[in-house]
């Protein structure tokens, strides 16, 4: 036995005999206290809301304040991934705080805990390593059995197989891997984040509870080095934010390699068969395109309503048949994280032969850049996960499979170079669950850059299982915009000797994910495998550089903040993304930029709830781009500008925007106005009392209104606002803060 699990099995026991309760008879033993974590195990019923609150309240701390917002039952047919009832029960606190538990219905164990807001300390409180990893090995003592703490590693010592935890903020992620026989069950144990105060943020368990297959592996080490050899990471353009952890304004793409769903990466410890992350036998295959052609580089121009319609009608003529358009129904809007927003229109046509109910009508949506982004039937109704599946199939997978690919090359034959089908859905688990679920036969197809596959960028074909009609096509092929074309630097055999470099072939238990390998049941049973285990992390295929998960995470956090005067602001904005880190850096103290005040505002105006417009109430004169002699189509803050304008956040007037120029406190003002929907006011000062005199006329609208709701600029004094001074990503940060923090008390009003 190992010294790591004896000093488990002795701080577990005193632990159990530590946290005992008010007594709760077990089965059998009248007046035995139990654990609160384990009572309800003995109690053969699942847990009513009020002991699913208590329950929690014995595992953390909730504060006075924070108010139970929700409290719901989910029973495993709305989670198959869950073995059995859970409760989800949340909180909420001042500030957009609020606490986030899932717990076991049927035993009362704590499966997920989470909690936001309140993350800053002082430089005094920030709390180390080791005081971090003693508050998590407390909070397991309090949450977790003495059994199961005695079959786990040490914190960390083998990494998760998936990106390591990141963040903003500088806090202390322990993973604690379940042990049996001295053989790791990677994913299987429990996640906790410490945050720099020494409290716990986040908590997950995960535990398999069945039986294990003895530890008797069929290959040996030396036999499964060998044939883990032919196992290569493929080549993708994957999102940056998948390694960085920054979701929030991230919209970047990286040329990698590492391993897709499909690509083997592991050996059977008992067959020797080379297995994907589903679990199931493979070979590496490479995805092909439906053709070659590829799309002409666009110009980047926003166009208009008519111009759109022009751009259907030319798809609808790739169709078989004739249709006559019956003109415009409907459009939309979304924003990506950069805040760029996409606009979309859909025209109707109908077939021109046929009457009555075989008269039927399909829409063509055109985006804001001309490309065509859905394909529906009229009578298309969208999926509902777990709803009613079909039961009139008359059509078999591989008609709709054909009919499928059919429309796809029709509509995009222009594009058939950057398209590919994935052709290992066909397995028959798979065809049943997706009728049994959907309804319809579902089909994925991806994106190609310079035939290197972008990852995540599937889209969606829904055929009908009755009649075997495509319903409908949905991509929003616009991100393939933002990959700057590249070529590899290392091949893939270099990629896999960084990989044996960073990571060591390791006998564990694996058990797929039942999401990705599709299983009828919640789960299939654990087996051996042979993984790569250490150092989680892909290669840099321009570089030829191991980028490690848990070195990025590192760099996230903002290192020179310290005990800066708006360091709670500073926080909150990076939380929320509408600042960024670079390398650690966050430069509180340096002046803003027009540019980027911009894009900071069109991040901020999908939170900020005061100016905000319906999707579908758009008029021409907003679509129309507004013209500057120093801000083109290609500039990198084009579109984010081009989002201000529309929206109102920015005049248009002028003929140069300035981005690189400090913006000034008077020229925050008046965006920040703007976004608090003031905008149709603040061209009539006369109607205003200045609240500063150093204030221009023009200026003091502005000014004026934020000093009205109560929201001052970082030393603005009783007689000074400086109007032309500049403003620093601190000063801004404070300014996001106080104006959410006026949203949230309009709304409680």
């Known amino acids: 036995m190992s010294m790591r699990k004896k000093s488990w099995r002795l701080t577990a026991g005193l632990a159990t005999a530590m946290l005992l309760v008010p007594a709760i008879p077990s089965a059998g033993v009248p007046g035995v206290a139990l654990p609160a974590a384990f009572a309800a195990e003995s109690q053969g019923k699942e847990l009513s809301k009020e002991e699913a609150i208590r329950r929690v309240q014995n595992y953390i701390s909730i504060p006075a304040d924070f108010k139970l917002e929700r409290a719901s039952y989910q029973g495993p047919e709305r989670n198959p991934f869950i073995p059995n009832a859970a409760w989800s029960l949340s909180w909420t606190g001042k500030n957009d705080a609020g606490i986030y538990v899932t717990l076991d219905a049927a035993t009362g164990k704590l499966l997920q805990y989470s909690r936001y807001g309140n993350e800053t300390a002082s430089a005094d409180q920030k709390v180390s390593e080791e005081a971090a990893l003693e508050a998590a090995t407390k909070f397991l003592e309090k949450t977790v059995s003495a059994d199961e703490r005695a079959k786990l590693s040490e914190a960390n010592e083998y990494k998760m197989a998936s990106r390591a935890y990141s963040s903003t903020f500088v806090h202390h992620p322990f993973t604690f891997t379940r042990v049996e026989d001295d053989i790791p069950f990677i994913g299987n144990g429990f996640h906790i984040v410490v945050d720099e105060k020494g409290e716990v943020l986040q908590f997950s368990r995960t535990w398999y509870e069945g039986s294990l297959p003895a530890a008797k592996p069929a290959l040996s080490l030396e036999e499964a080095q060998e044939k883990i050899a032919e196992a290569l990471p493929s080549l993708v353009y994957t999102r940056t934010s998948s390694i960085t952890g920054n979701y929030n304004n991230d919209p970047n793409y990286q040329l990698v390699y590492k391993y897709q769903i499909g690509d083997p990466q592991f050996v059977d410890a008992m ?316 430069e509180p103290d340096k002046p803003l930029t027009r540019g980027e005040a911009a894009q900071i505002m069109a991040r901020a105006m999908d939170r900020m709830e005061f100016h905000r417009r319906s999707y579908y109430s758009f008029s021409e004169e907003q679509v129309k781009p507004y013209s500057f002699d120093d801000i083109d189509s290609k500039h990198p803050l084009y579109g984010v500008i081009q989002k201000s304008l529309q929206e109102g956040l920015i005049a248009k007037e002028g003929r140069r925007f300035e981005p690189d120029k400090p913006i000034t406190r008077a020229q925050l003002a008046d965006m920040a106005a703007r976004l608090l929907g003031y905008g149709d006011i603040l061209n009539k000062p006369e109607i205003f009392v200045p609240a500063y005199p150093d204030l221009q006329k023009i200026q003091v609208p502005a000014v004026t209104l934020l000093h009205a709701e109560g929201i001052e600029f970082v030393g603005a004094t009783a007689g000074k606002f400086a109007p032309e001074a500049s403003v620093t990503r601190a000063e801004m940060a404070q300014l996001l803060k106080d104006m959410l923090e006026l949203q949230q008390s309009k709304q409680k009003n």
Do not use: C
């Open 271 to 586: 067959s020797g068969e080379l297995l994907n992350y589903t679990g199931k036998p493979t070979k590496k295959a490479k995805l092909q395109p439906l053709g070659n052609t590829i799309a002409k580089a666009s110009a980047d121009k926003l166009i208009t309503k008519e111009e759109a319609q022009v751009i259907a009608d030319q798809v609808v003529k790739k169709l078989p048949g004739s249709y006559r358009s019956n003109g415009n129904r409907g459009s939309g809007a979304t924003s990506g994280p950069d805040g760029v927003e996409r606009r979309r229109w859909g025209f109707e046509y109908t077939p021109v032969q046929g009457q009555g109910k075989d008269q039927e009508s399909f829409r063509i949506y055109i985006g804001d850049r001309g490309e065509l982004v859905e394909y529906r039937k009229d009578d298309y109704q969208p999926i509902r996960r777990g709803g009613a599946g079909s039961s009139d199939q008359t059509v078999s997978w591989e008609k709709a499979e054909q009919n499928a690919i059919q429309l796809v090359k029709a509509l995009f034959a222009d594009r058939l170079g950057e398209i590919a089908y994935n052709p290992e859905q066909r397995s028959e688990m798979n065809i049943k669950q997706r009728l049994e679920q959907d309804g319809a036969y579902t089909l994925l197809f991806g994106w190609l850059k310079d035939g290197v596959p972008v990852e995540d960028s599937y889209f969606r074909v829904e055929v009908s299982a009755t009649t075997g009609e495509v319903e409908n096509i949905r991509t929003d092929a616009y991100e393939l915009e933002g990959i700057q074309p590249a070529k590899a630097k290392i091949d893939q055999e270099a990629a896999k000797k960084l990989e044996e470099e960073n990571q060591t072939l390791t006998l564990t238990y694996f058990l797929p994910d039942p999401y990705y390998a599709n299983q009828e049941e919640q789960s299939s049973q654990p087996f051996l495998v042979y993984r790569m285990v250490g150092d989680a992390g892909v290669v840099d295929a321009l570089s030829g550089k191991w980028i490690s998960f848990e070195e990025v995470s590192k760099a996230q956090g903002p290192q020179d903040v310290g005990d800066h005067p708006q360091k709670e602001a500073l926080e909150l904005a990076v939380r929320y993304g509408w600042l960024t880190v670079t390398d650690g850096k966050l």
